[in-house]
């Protein structure tokens, strides 16, 4: 396991984002939709029959060329590119600490920008799985979790607020950044990166920090503009929404926004899935499932992915498999087995392999796509369930100590 620092992104092979200004008094227009580039430049008086032109500029500059300063806008006006940068900046938020692990994975802590308001900054992980023909990027919808999920690391965090839809781009923003994966970027390089495509971050799940539904409104602003083909053109197919069961979100959207959707489901029995995802005391499996039934966007060309964490001796015998095919009869689904991934102080422990390959083979047979999923990250707590921000402990030794180290690797 590899750790860096934030100023050695140059060894990562890529340019690092601007870092942000404590006493910075200019808002980022970096994870911005249109209609908020749109007020930004109304702020600064630029006058409305102009306004839809410099959008689309400013939207191929930002996410599709990944500016880093209103400079490299070759095709605008230099005087509105100083009105630009003496009003606002193009800052991501500041990668503090990134892990690479030994399969390749990389986790980032990320330091949110205080808003203007004097909100203190917060930090969040977002974790990217690379393989050779994909790149997936977990981002955080939250700050914290409120959902206390007893087998998941992240559920043990208090909950401070959701995240904007801007925050939640810029993520992606940073980790392409980071990767070198914008037009004339010097792409990085490293274990495990995808060797085919042109493109290193191809795929989005919300499955980080948070409740995904919880923080609905800046998802789905998140999702259109992550989608949009003139900048990001992440399309909808490639992006996924992991809820625990917030079941009166789930229609709305599946017909506002249509992306994949996945259900953090582990039990089968709400007696059981009560402790496991206590949110089903709310909405037990009945209605969760009567959801997805009625997802708009399902069919057999976009199944709903039930995630099932195997938990020795606590949802993994046969029986629990023959149910698990019972229940989810009439929803076009695949069913994705995780084995456990432990973290320090939990009661749980995984199953054994010999048992997971039993269960899978049960739900196999009934004729429902049933993948184990390789734990990735495990090194670096970046696997499933893992994300704690566990980079917050380091050591203000831990901490000088890698600042030298990436200070003599430049």
């Given at each position: 396991m590899n750790l860096i620092d934030t100023t050695a992104a140059s060894a990562a092979g890529a340019?690092?984002?601007?870092?942000?200004?404590?006493?910075?008094?200019?808002?980022?227009?970096?994870?911005?939709?249109?209609?908020?580039?749109?007020?930004?430049?109304?702020?600064?008086?630029?006058?409305?029959?102009?306004?839809?032109?410099?959008?689309?500029?400013?939207?191929?500059?930002?996410y599709l060329r990944g500016a880093l300063s209103f400079d490299e806008m070759t095709n605008v006006g230099k005087g509105l590119r100083e009105t630009l940068s003496a009003a606002f900046t193009l800052d991501r938020p500041e990668v503090v600490v990134e892990q690479v692990s030994n399969d390749g994975t990389r986790k980032w802590l990320l330091r949110l920008p205080p808003d203007l308001k004097g909100d203190k900054p917060h930090d969040v992980e977002m974790v990217y799985i690379p393989e050779s023909d994909r790149g997936t990027l977990c981002v955080s919808s939250q700050v914290g979790c409120t959902l206390n999920c007893s087998f998941c690391h992240t559920g043990t965090q208090r909950l401070v607020r959701n995240l904007s839809a801007a925050e939640i781009v810029a993520q992606v923003m940073v980790a392409r950044d980071r990767l070198g994966d914008y037009p004339g970027r010097e792409r990085a390089v490293g274990p495990g990166l995808p060797t085919e495509g042109d493109r290193l971050v191809t795929n989005i799940v919300f499955m980080g920090m948070g409740e995904p539904l919880y923080a609905y409104d800046s998802v789905a602003k998140a999702i259109e503009v992550l989608a949009d083909g003139e900048g990001l053109g992440i399309g909808k197919r490639r992006i996924t929404v992991s809820t625990s069961g917030v079941v009166p979100e789930i229609e709305r959207l599946g017909r506002?926004?249509?992306?994949?959707?996945?259900?953090?489901?582990?039990?089968?029995?709400?007696?059981?899935?009560?402790?496991?995802?206590?949110?089903?005391?709310?909405?037990?499996?009945?209605?969760?499932?009567?959801?997805?039934?009625t997802y708009p966007p399902a069919s057999n060309a976009k199944r709903i992915t039930f995630e099932y964490v195997m938990l020795k001796g606590v949802n993994d015998s046969p029986a629990d498999a023959k149910a698990l095919v019972k229940l989810l009869a009439g929803i076009p689904a695949k069913i994705n087995l995780i084995p456990f991934n432990p973290w320090p102080g939990t009661q749980y422990e995984c199953?054994?392999?010999?048992?997971i390959e039993q269960f899978s083979d049960i739900v196999f047979r009934a004729g429902y796509s049933s993948p184990v999923r390789t734990p990735r990250g495990r090194d670096i707590l970046a696997a499933c369930g893992q994300l704690k921000s566990e980079t917050e402990k380091l050591s203000a030794r831990e901490r000088l100590a890698l600042r030298a180290m990436a200070a003599s690797a430049e």
């Amino acid at each position: 396991m590899n750790l860096i620092d934030t100023t050695a992104a140059s060894a990562a092979g890529a340019r690092a984002p601007v870092q942000i200004a404590r006493a910075e008094t200019r808002r980022s227009l970096a994870g911005l939709d249109r209609a908020g580039l749109a007020a930004a430049l109304a702020e600064i008086g630029l006058p409305e029959r102009e306004r839809k032109m410099r959008v689309a500029q400013l939207w191929h500059w930002i996410y599709l060329r990944g500016a880093l300063s209103f400079d490299e806008m070759t095709n605008v006006g230099k005087g509105l590119r100083e009105t630009l940068s003496a009003a606002f900046t193009l800052d991501r938020p500041e990668v503090v600490v990134e892990q690479v692990s030994n399969d390749g994975t990389r986790k980032w802590l990320l330091r949110l920008p205080p808003d203007l308001k004097g909100d203190k900054p917060h930090d969040v992980e977002m974790v990217y799985i690379p393989e050779s023909d994909r790149g997936t990027l977990c981002v955080s919808s939250q700050v914290g979790c409120t959902l206390n999920c007893s087998f998941c690391h992240t559920g043990t965090q208090r909950l401070v607020r959701n995240l904007s839809a801007a925050e939640i781009v810029a993520q992606v923003m940073v980790a392409r950044d980071r990767l070198g994966d914008y037009p004339g970027r010097e792409r990085a390089v490293g274990p495990g990166l995808p060797t085919e495509g042109d493109r290193l971050v191809t795929n989005i799940v919300f499955m980080g920090m948070g409740e995904p539904l919880y923080a609905y409104d800046s998802v789905a602003k998140a999702i259109e503009v992550l989608a949009d083909g003139e900048g990001l053109g992440i399309g909808k197919r490639r992006i996924t929404v992991s809820t625990s069961g917030v079941v009166p979100e789930i229609e709305r959207l599946g017909r506002e926004v249509g992306p994949m959707l996945a259900i953090s489901l582990h039990a089968v029995r709400d007696e059981l899935r009560d402790v496991l995802v206590p949110i089903n005391k709310k909405y037990p499996l009945k209605d969760l499932l009567d959801a997805c039934r009625t997802y708009p966007p399902a069919s057999n060309a976009k199944r709903i992915t039930f995630e099932y964490v195997m938990l020795k001796g606590v949802n993994d015998s046969p029986a629990d498999a023959k149910a698990l095919v019972k229940l989810l009869a009439g929803i076009p689904a695949k069913i994705n087995l995780i084995p456990f991934n432990p973290w320090p102080g939990t009661q749980y422990e995984c199953s054994d392999w010999e048992t997971i390959e039993q269960f899978s083979d049960i739900v196999f047979r009934a004729g429902y796509s049933s993948p184990v999923r390789t734990p990735r990250g495990r090194d670096i707590l970046a696997a499933c369930g893992q994300l704690k921000s566990e980079t917050e402990k380091l050591s203000a030794r831990e901490r000088l100590a890698l600042r030298a180290m990436a200070a003599s690797a430049e």
